[in-house]
């Protein structure tokens, strides 16, 4: 079976804080993504990878960065924290094609206080 | 540009019964793919459903059927058989044409199954 794996299911952090979200995927998929979501807003990509060291905006990179230096492993880095990036973060991977769905991670819910 | 739309918050359905979650798309790509996923209340989501634009037949996965209607630009969900654990949040997904995976998600329905 598939598995992705968020590295915590739930962080506080502080304001102004570096904070780095990790994900990991076992099927050697070519695509990760990062999304955030938030009651009513559903879904939201912030960024994705097709590639070790290739990555893309999605549709809310502003205060985000992110890192694929291996296959697996997928970082979402959050700058400087700040409260409005209290949400649920999910990882997700697939296969790179047109047909493959995408398979998520846990899900972290952070809190920045 | 493209957009998923759930217009139903939530939803209730009785034990063994159907149910239908609306979602309709808009999108000018003539190639696309529609997905539902389930979250239940752990958080993870969780692949239900496909259903690719040239597909001519609609897709079904055991109790999961995607009623596809493309002039209509619709493709709900309908579950039959309701199942207490069928109990959670199900999301509309629509891959963007053929050049890129990304997946734009709506809104999402909360199914609550009662006995």
């Known amino acids: 079976d598939v598995k992705v794996t968020q590295s915590s299911r739930y962080l506080v952090k502080r304001t102004g804080e570096k904070v780095f979200l990790e994900c990991v995927q076992d099927?050697?998929?070519?695509?990760m993504f990062w999304y955030r979501q938030d009651p009513g807003l559903g879904l939201r990509l912030i960024y994705f990878s097709y590639d070790v060291k290739m990555k893309e905006k999605g549709d809310i990179p502003e205060g985000y960065s992110v890192s694929r230096e291996k296959k697996e492993r997928f970082s979402l880095i959050l700058e400087s924290a700040s409260t409005n990036q209290t949400s649920m973060y999910l990882c997700?991977?697939?296969?790179?094609?047109?047909?493959?769905?995408?398979?998520f991670g846990p899900g972290t819910r952070l809190t920045v206080t | 540009a493209q957009k998923i739309t759930q217009t139903q918050p939530g939803m209730f359905v009785q034990e063994k019964e159907a149910v239908t979650l609306d979602c309709t798309y808009d999108t000018s790509d003539q190639s696309y793919g529609l997905f539902w996923y389930k979250q239940p209340s752990s958080g993870e989501m969780i692949f239900l459903i496909y259903?690719?634009?040239?597909?001519?037949q609609n897709a079904t996965e055991g109790r999961y059927s995607l009623n596809f209607q493309k002039a209509r630009k619709s493709a709900n969900l309908v579950i039959s058989a309701s199942q207490l654990g069928d109990s959670a949040m199900y999301f509309c997904a629509m891959r963007e044409g053929r050049l890129t995976d990304k997946l734009i998600f709506g809104t999402g329905t909360r199914l609550q199954v009662f006995p």
């Open positions: 259903q690719g634009s040239y597909d001519e």
């Open positions: 997700a991977s697939s296969e790179g094609g047109y047909f493959y769905e995408q398979y």
């Open positions: 099927m050697d998929h070519e695509n």
